[in-house]
C-alpha cells in the first residue's frame, strides 16, 4: 500500500472505503511494518473520500505515525494488546459483547461467516472476532468480486451484527490505556469512520 487512504480523485469512493478498512485490519492485527509506516508518515492528510468529518482524526493518525519510530509503535501494540496471559485492551468482539471470548456472538458471527461462503485461514491463531479480521470481512464486502456477497445490503447487515455493536466500546479502551500514543489516535480515526459508516447505512434503510 504505497498511498494510505487515497481521496476521491484517485480512487472512487466505494474503494476508498475498502482501502480504510483494509489499513484499519493490518494496523490493529500487527504493529506497521516499516514500509507501511513509512507510507502512513508521508500520507495526504486531506479528506477522505467520506468527506471532512474524518480530516482531523486522520491527520493525528499521521501526525503520530511521523512522531514516532516502527519500534516505538511496535512496543505500544504489545503493552496494549500483548503480553502473556490477560492483554490490557482485548481485540475480540466477544469481550465487549459477552464479557467473554469465544461465546455467543463468536458463534454468530461463524455462522454468519458460513453463509457468506467464508472461513478463517487456518494459519491465523486469532479467533474471527478480532477486529482486525472482522475489518478484512468488510473489506471483501466492499470490494469482492461475487456480487451476490460482496454488496450494500450485505455490508450494511454485517457492520450492524458485528461490528458497531462493539466497536466503540473497543476505542474507548485503547483511548484510556496511558501508553497509547499512535493506537489512541487510530482509535479516535476508527471511531470517526464507523461513525461516518453507520450514517451511511442508515440512509439506505
Request: one cysteine or more; a negative charge; charged letters at 20%.
Amino acid at each position: 500500500m504505497s498511498e494510505p487512504l487515497p481521496t476521491t480523485s484517485a480512487l472512487d469512493e466505494e474503494t476508498a472505503r475498502a482501502e480504510v478498512y483494509g489499513l484499519l485490519s493490518q494496523l490493529y492485527y500487527a504493529p506497521p511494518s516499516g514500509e507501511l509506516l513509512a507510507a502512513l508518515q508521508v500520507a495526504v492528510t486531506d479528506a477522505p473520500a467520506q468527506g471532512a468529518f474524518l480530516e482531523e482524526p486522520w491527520r493525528a493518525v499521521v501526525a503520530a505515525a511521523r512522531d514516532l519510530d516502527a519500534p516505538s509503535i511496535a512496543d505500544e501494540y504489545d503493552a496494549l494488546f500483548g503480553g502473556v496471559g490477560k492483554p490490557d485492551v482485548y481485540l475480540f468482539g466477544s469481550h465487549y459483547l459477552a464479557g467473554f471470548l469465544n461465546e455467543k456472538p463468536l458463534a454468530r458471527l461463524r455462522e454468519t461467516l458460513a453463509g457468506l461462503g467464508l472461513a478463517r485461514d487456518e494459519a491465523m491463531p486469532e479467533t474471527e472476532d478480532h477486529i482486525a479480521y472482522v475489518c478484512e470481512v468488510m473489506r471483501y464486502l466492499i470490494a469482492g468480486d461475487d456480487v451476490a456477497v460482496a454488496n450494500l445490503t450485505r455490508q450494511s447487515e454485517f457492520f450492524a451484527e458485528h461490528l458497531l455493536p462493539w466497536v466503540n466500546a473497543l476505542c474507548d479502551a485503547i483511548s484510556a490505556h496511558p501508553k497509547a500514543r499512535f493506537y489512541a489516535a487510530l482509535a479516535e480515526f476508527t471511531r470517526a469512520f464507523v461513525s461516518v459508516e453507520a450514517q451511511g447505512f442508515d440512509m439506505m434503510s
